[in-house]
T-cell receptor, first 110, second 111 residues
Framework: DVKVTQSSRYLVKRTGEKVFLECVQD?????MFWYRQDPGLGLRLIYF???????EKGDIPEGYSVSREKKERFSLILESASTNQTSMYLC?????????FGPGTRLTVT | EDQVTQSPEALRLQEGESSSLNCSYT??????LFWYRQDPGKGPEFLFT???AGEEKEKERLKATLTKKESFLHITAPKPEDSATYLC????????????FGKGTKLSVIP
């Protein structure tokens, strides 16, 4: 079974804090993705990584950065959290042509 | 730019009342069309991949079909546990590994 895990289900942070969201997959997949999902806007791609230390910007990278030091782990970093980054964050991992998602992290920035 | 439009936005069905969800797409070179199911507060769960017009995939009460411009997710004799948001996404030749998602159809099946 494909398994993608995310470090937290719910997170509450204050404006200006540095936030780390972690994603781990145990299937040796090369490609990993970070999305955010907002009502009325659907899923939007923030960043993806096609191999260790390799990354590409998605559609909405502003205010975010990523890190992939090991194949199984892909981190999303909010350098200085803002209230407009309150959202559901979803990590995905790709095998063949299919993406498999983690359970999501509901982040609230106050 | 790839575009995916799902309709209707929301659908209420009585238990046992069959229906279809629509996903229309505009892409430059389709490399795959995907259906996902998403329960509230959870990540999307992969259902099907379709690659070429005429292809069909089935799983329990769900059947996905594909034409050159749209895909349908047919739900036969739905049960309350089929209630969820169903997402459609496309992978095209224009992007590297990116998927373009529709906004989903929220299905409610009433007992």
């Amino acid at each position: 079974d494909v398994k993608v895990t995310q470090s937290s289900r719910y997170l509450v942070k204050r404006t200006g804090e540095k936030v780390f969201l972690e994603c781990v997959q145990d299937m040796d997949h090369e490609n990993m993705f970070w999305y955010r999902q907002d009502p009325g806007l659907g899923l939007r791609l923030i960043y993806f990584s096609y191999d260790v230390k390799m990354k590409e910007k998605g559609d909405i990278p502003e205010g975010y950065s990523v890190s992939r030091e090991k194949k199984e782990r892909f981190s999303l970093i909010l350098e200085s959290a803002s209230t407009n980054q309150t959202s559901m964050y979803l990590c995905a991992s790709r095998i063949r042509n299919e993406q498999y998602f983690g359970p999501g992290t509901r982040l609230t920035v106050t | 730019e790839d575009q995916v439009t799902q309709s209707p936005e929301a659908l209420r069905l009585q238990e046992g009342e069959s229906s279809s969800l629509n996903c229309s797409y505009t892409v430059s070179g389709l490399r795959g069309l995907f259906w996902y199911r998403q329960d509230p507060g959870k990540g999307p769960e992969f259902l099907f991949t379709l690659y070429s017009a005429g292809e069909e995939k089935e799983k329990e009460r769900l059947k996905a079909t594909l034409t050159k411009k749209e895909s349908f997710l047919h739900i036969t004799a739905p049960k309350p546990e089929d209630s969820a948001t169903y997402l459609c996404a496309v992978h095209s030749g224009a992007g590297s590994y990116q998927l373009t998602f529709g906004k989903g159809t929220k299905l409610s099946v009433i007992p």
